[in-house]
């Protein structure tokens, strides 16, 4: 996240990089941050004092509030997908679950049983080995919970 605050201005929502790419949301951190900077707008207005020292108070508002603490927790997710892993990630991994889900809602002859295993084989191809697909998936887990 940017420097929220200075002398006589202050920004929010995805100006300010308030983006939850994991969950595909923004509206509401928008909504939110809009609400806090309103708020010290007011008191600035109150004082009238526009300067750093009292927008300021919206970067603590911003910092002990829910839009902070979730988009911390989410931080190493463009770490993952901008780093090595984004070829299967990006590549790899989408092409095998769209060929898979679309043969498993199919009727071919083939169980879900049998289904379900060969999803997990091709993952497992498609991520470079056992290994490498718990590699990964303990790096997604790392990066959604920081
Ligand atoms: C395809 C798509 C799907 C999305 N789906 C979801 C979803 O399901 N749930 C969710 O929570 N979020 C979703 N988002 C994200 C969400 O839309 C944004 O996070 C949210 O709209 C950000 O609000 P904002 O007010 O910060 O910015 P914006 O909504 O972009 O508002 C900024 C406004 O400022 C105006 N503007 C720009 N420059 C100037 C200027 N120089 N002078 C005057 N006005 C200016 C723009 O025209 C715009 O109206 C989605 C985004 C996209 C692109």
Known sequence: MPALAGNGWMICG????????VNGEGTNLAILSGRLAGETAILAHIRGDYRARVLDQYTQSVQSSIIYKDLKKYSGIHGLL???ERRVLFG???????E??????????????EKQKQLIHQLRDAAGGNVELLRLGLKGW?????
């Open 14 to 21: 995805d100006a300010a990089q308030m983006v939850n790419a």
């Open 142 to 146: 790392r990066a959604i919970n920081r």
């Open 100 to 113: 898979s889900l679309s043969d498993y809602m199919s009727v071919n002859g083939t169980t879900k049983e």
């Open 82 to 84: 901008s780093g090595p």
């Open 92 to 98: 790899k991994l989408p092409g095998v679950l769209n």
